[in-house]
């Protein structure tokens, strides 16, 4: 029995052993992490980001808009755990002299990195990217260009007001697109971690979602399942779920946006007026 236990005793003190150093490395790699974190707070990182309001709330304001591309931008400061405030400016002509004096076109969303000012969602990217290198969320250069297409044929349909406009099959085609690379190449555009590619499309999938559903009862067709995995993986996380808007709050910034009914007609994108009040 001896001879016996001996060896069995080998091994399990060999598999704590392998474990204790397991669990040291994963701990080193957290304070690592940690560490990593509290210097960028330390540097005094003074980041600003200027999105839309919430209709009505005034500028500046403390409840946050509805906006795709700004969405983005919190998305990645929140992945790349950046400290970071948030002001939100409501669209329109009415904006703050202060607001204007550094950003002339109005257009949001905008980063102020201390005493400069970027605005858009694209060279806000770039900047943040390559001021705080990690973690890295850089799309490889062949995948930077996948679903490029959705969002320009969810507005073209939209606006059109036409159930059946070719922007319809044109939407479709492009959802196809992604599902087929998806299969390919996923579960995220650039394989198994998401770049800011996903971060940019996810919420513009969320919004033609729901506007689509709400004003020409437009469902994504069951068949394209790496899509809809998709979607439930980016909604899922922490940063989608902390900068997401309700859907109410999508629906009325579209209808304002293309003068919209609450649904559209089913006969050849006749409109049918019915009542619906927007969110102030």
Not at 111 to 130: C, G, M, P, T, Y
């Amino acid at each position: 029995m001896a001879a016996t236990i001996a060896p069995l005793q080998s091994v399990c003190f060999a598999s704590s052993r392998l474990s204790r150093v397991s669990w040291s490395s994963s701990f080193s790699r957290s304070r690592r992490f940690t560490r990593r974190v509290s210097a960028m707070a330390s540097q005094d990182v003074d980041l600003e980001v200027f999105g839309k309001a919430a209709t009505g709330t005034g500028s500046p304001s403390n409840q946050r808009g509805d906006c795709p591309f700004s969405q983005r931008v919190y998305m990645v400061l929140e992945e790349k755990h950046l400290p970071y405030k948030a002001t939100y400016v409501e669209e329109g002509p009415n904006k703050p002299d202060w607001f204007m004096q550094h950003n002339p076109s109005g257009l949001m969303p905008v980063l102020r990195d201390a005493a400069d000012w970027i605005q858009d969602s694209d060279k806000i990217f770039e900047h943040v990217e390559n001021k705080f290198k990690e973690p890295s969320l850089k799309t490889p250069d062949e995948f930077k260009s996948v679903g490029a297409g959705i969002f320009p044929a969810f507005t073209n349909w939209l606006k059109s007001k036409d159930r059946s406009a070719p922007a319809k099959q044109e939407f479709i085609n492009e959802l196809t697109a992604l599902d087929e690379h998806l299969k390919k190449h996923g579960p995220y555009i650039a394989g198994k971690n998401p770049t800011d590619s996903d971060f940019a499309l996810a919420p513009k999938l969320r919004h033609a979602r729901v506007a689509l559903k709400h004003f020409i009862d437009f469902v994504f067709p069951s068949y394209l399942q790496h899509v809809a995995k998709y979607i439930e993986l980016m909604e899922t996380r922490p940063s989608f779920k902390k900068t997401d808007s309700p859907d109410e709050m999508i629906i009325a910034g579209w209808q304002t946006k293309f003068d919209l009914p609450d649904k559209i007609d089913k006969n050849s994108g006749q409109e049918k007026k019915t009542a619906f009040t927007p969110l102030v």
